[in-house]
């Protein structure tokens, strides 16, 4: 065989060894599954109002999530998830200026692919304006009628801003996953 024609044929078997159909396209892999990290801060919204003349320990507390949550290019949490907390102690306000108070705590936030996602944060807490020295101290000295007066209540408006965090290390399947953009 002619030399020119033998190296055209290897040149042929190499360039077919090399792109034919039993070698997949160099990409990029994708793992399997991002682990969404203990400690991972997640920003949330109050849904409806929290007071303590209305909610009592054990109360469902309802917020939404105001920015979305990314672990390597994955949508984790996606902005406008529902999360919920727990009313950990609710006390109306009372005679004599006495303030109401109400503490929440965090319990979980859903995941884009479905899965509940653990929360923890600080218990958070909010007492309302109390009046109750300057009340007692004008009520037993001038007018006995102002110890009927209340304190204020204690609570948070819808739309208040609050920051939790994933409890524990969390396995997300990547096929479960948006993008992020």
Do not use: W
Request: hydrophobic share 40%.
């Amino acid at each position: 065989m002619n030399r020119s024609i033998l190296a055209v044929l290897c040149a042929l078997f190499l360039f077919a060894a090399v792109s034919g159909p039993g070698r997949a396209a160099s990409t990029v892999q994708t793992p399997a599954a991002v682990t969404l990290a203990k400690g991972t801060p997640v920003y949330l919204k109050l849904s409806k109002p929290l007071s303590s003349e209305i909610n009592e320990q054990g109360d469902p507390v309802h917020l939404a999530v105001s920015h979305a949550v990314t672990v390597e290019g994955y949508v984790a949490v996606a902005e406008g998830a529902q999360a919920v907390g727990i009313v950990s102690h609710a006390e109306p306000r009372d005679y004599e200026g006495k303030a109401g108070t109400v503490q929440f705590k965090l319990v979980s936030v859903a995941g884009t692919n479905g899965k509940s996602i653990p929360l923890t944060s600080s218990v958070s807490s909010h007492t309302g304006e109390e009046s109750e020295t300057a009340t007692r101290a004008f009520g037993l000295g001038i007018c006995p009628f102002v110890l009927f007066n209340k304190g204020d209540a204690g609570g948070y408006a819808a739309g208040t801003e609050f920051k939790g965090y994933v409890a524990e290390d969390v396995t997300l399947p990547t096929a479960s996953l948006p993008r992020a953009k």
